[in-house]
């Protein structure tokens, strides 16, 4: 079990590097991000090595760490891999969806609206991702919401740089409206194509 110091310093450097406020070529140096976090720089180094081993950071001999960084070819791997798994979580959530379950969509997708056109992106966002979730909690899929929930960061990631602007965030809500309307008809055909069209405009 990794030491809590270890794990954050470790989440915070992934979030990081994968916004691209740690770009490729940076050094990770061990004392001043002890001195940061108030850790020990045993903790550091083995945080340093957790993102070895995602290929985010590198060792290089006598130079320490350095940022390796998220290419676009990873993003749209991520990408394609969750549009795949959310097409087999809608479906199921059409197949159990009730009509209590719909009226819940439908009132988060309502504040999506409201957020957006108001121009509270970061409220609009946060909804976003309550609607996701509550897909997710509706279908029963475990194992497959825990693979989606490794790749969070990234997918954070590539949702913020596909809504930058307000008019994505409305189209956003509109593609989530359709969305849900199709799982209230039981419509998988119009409702799969609403998942890849939530997918079709990445910035990459």
């Known amino acids: 079990m990794k030491n809590d110091n270890t794990i954050k310093i470790y989440q915070d450097l992934k979030k990081q590097i994968?916004?691209?406020?740690?770009?490729?070529?940076?050094?990770?140096?061990?004392?001043?991000?002890?001195?940061?976090?108030?850790?020990?720089?045993?903790?550091?180094?083995?945080?340093?090595?957790?993102?070895?081993?995602?290929?985010?950071?590198?060792?290089?001999?006598?130079?320490?760490?350095?940022?390796?960084?998220?290419?676009?070819?990873?993003?749209?791997?991520?990408?394609?891999?969750?549009?795949?798994?959310?097409?087999?979580?809608?479906n199921k959530v059409i197949e159990v969806a009730t009509s209590e379950n719909i009226e819940h969509m439908k009132k988060i997708v309502s504040r999506m609206k409201v957020f957006a056109e108001n121009g509270m992106l970061e409220d609009s966002f946060s909804e976003l991702n309550r609607l996701y979730k509550y897909f997710y909690d509706i279908s029963g899929y475990e194992h497959i919401v825990n693979i989606l929930n490794m790749y969070n960061d990234y997918i954070d990631v590539i949702i913020q740089m596909s809504a930058t602007k307000i008019e994505d965030h409305i189209e956003g809500y509109s593609i989530m409206g359709d969305l849900v309307k199709a799982i209230e008809n039981k419509d998988v055909d119009w409702a799969m194509k609403e998942v890849v069209l939530r997918h079709k405009n990445l910035p990459f």
């Open 18 to 90: 994968i916004s691209g406020k740690l770009k490729k070529g940076d050094r990770l140096v061990e004392t001043s991000t002890a001195k940061e976090y108030n850790a020990s720089r045993l903790h550091v180094k083995e945080a340093f090595q957790m993102l070895e081993r995602e290929h985010l950071a590198q060792h290089i001999r006598n130079c320490g760490f350095v940022v390796v960084g998220v290419s676009t070819e990873v993003l749209t791997e991520i990408a394609l891999i969750r549009q795949a798994l959310e097409q087999v979580i809608i």
